[in-house]
């Protein structure tokens, strides 16, 4: 209220996020009744793509990937992994990074090792309880803690967070084991993948991801990284070193990218979501796009990640109202 004092405004709408539990939602919510405006309930990564797609006042639609920790599907899902085909007033989920179990909901955010478990429990079924890696030592009972709680599904929702991706990759190279600060064990595999392609000189060849189509109504393709796993713990086995395993999931992931915009067909794709902040995960997507004919966007002035979302709410909910950007 002060604020609107101070620049002597008057809301004509309220945006807020998706999800219906966030305190800023109930905030909003409380507002807009206050107000008697309209709440304006925005996705949280066609926020994302609007935003970044206001940042370079572009119009039409555009191929936006929006990779990030988590946002509320309109499926009640966790997303995290997507890839939408998206304009001011409306987007479709064209396609999704397969999803995996958040083992333990919330507590996967701070434990790498929960990730990679829930990974290993979608690729190999119970067999994970018997895997043996060298980078990856979990002890016995905690495998069957976890495997107990996969196979109920309690506490655990299905997501396609890219950031959680990063956190399982993290734990299974043995590069973070614990975490102090979100995004620390992300960092942890960015930092190593740089380590990885500046010791070998040339780019790593990417990890292989597979398109295929998907059994999900809301989605038409699934990127899967089952493949991409697989070979991971291959290299791993073999005792690759861990940072030339990073470099090689990076570029897995820029090769997957490609895959999808391809099959997007939009000419201009736009890059957001709290993992580009990674400056060598953004750069190689930005290169290989640009490399196949697209022309690429990214965040300069906005923040890829969360500080970024209100403008893209703001632009979702004037467009939603008939206004003018």
């Known amino acids: 209220m002060d604020l609107q004092q101070l620049l002597q405004v008057a809301p004509q709408a309220i945006a807020c996020d998706?999800?219906?539990?966030f305190r800023s939602t109930g905030f909003a919510r409380e507002l807009a009744a206050t107000l008697s405006v309209p709440l304006v309930s925005v996705q949280h990564h066609h926020a994302h793509v609007a935003s970044c797609m206001a940042e370079h006042?572009?119009?039409?639609?555009?191929?936006?990937?929006?990779?990030?920790?988590?946002?509320?599907?309109?499926?009640?899902?966790?997303?995290?992994?997507?890839?939408?085909?998206?304009?001011y007033r409306q987007f479709t989920r064209?396609?999704?990074?397969?999803?995996?179990?958040?083992?333990?909901?919330?507590?996967?955010?701070?434990e790498p090792v929960r990730s990679a478990g829930a990974l290993l429990w979608e690729l190999m079924g119970e067999a994970m309880l018997e895997h043996q890696l060298p980078s990856w030592t979990v002890s016995n009972t905690q495998r069957e803690k976890y495997a107990s709680v996969l196979r109920s599904g309690i506490a655990s929702p299905w997501t396609t967070s890219t950031g959680?991706?990063?956190?399982?990759?993290?734990?299974?190279?043995?590069?973070?084991?614990?975490t102090s600060f979100e995004g620390q064990a992300a960092m942890a595999v960015q930092f190593a993948a740089e380590q990885g392609m500046e010791t070998s000189g040339e780019e790593e060849e990417g990890y292989p991801m597979d398109l295929?189509?998907?059994?999900?109504?809301?989605?038409?393709?699934?990127?899967?990284?089952?493949?991409?796993?697989?070979?991971?713990?291959?290299?791993?086995?073999?005792?690759?070193?861990?940072?030339?395993v990073a470099a090689r999931f990076h570029g897995g992931l820029a090769e997957g990218a490609v895959r999808v915009a391809q099959v997007a067909g939009l000419p201009r794709v736009c890059?957001?979501?709290?993992?580009?902040?990674?400056?060598?995960?953004l750069s190689l997507v930005r290169h290989r796009l640009e490399a196949?004919?697209?022309?690429?966007?990214?965040?300069?002035l906005v923040p890829p990640n969360d500080g970024g979302l209100s403008l893209g709410q703001a632009v979702i909910a004037a467009h939603s109202l008939n206004g003018v950007w």
Not at 164 to 178: I, Q
Not at 292 to 300: D, E, I
């Open 18 to 21: 998706l999800h219906p539990d």
């Open 57 to 87: 006042k572009l119009e039409g639609e555009v191929l936006g990937i929006a990779w990030d920790g988590a946002g509320y599907g309109t499926d009640g899902q966790v997303w995290g992994g997507e890839f939408l085909v998206a304009s």
């Open 94 to 110: 064209l396609a999704s990074l397969r999803p995996f179990r958040l083992l333990g909901g919330e507590a996967a955010m701070k």
């Open 164 to 178: 959680r991706l990063f956190d399982a990759v993290a734990s299974l190279a043995g590069l973070c084991r614990d």
């Open 212 to 244: 295929v189509p998907s059994d999900h109504s809301g989605t038409k393709w699934i990127l899967d990284w089952r493949p991409m796993l697989s070979m991971m713990l291959e290299d791993l086995r073999r005792g690759k070193r861990p940072e030339l």
């Open 271 to 281: 890059l957001t979501g709290g993992c580009f902040q990674n400056r060598l995960l």
């Open 292 to 300: 196949t004919g697209f022309t690429v966007y990214s965040h300069r």
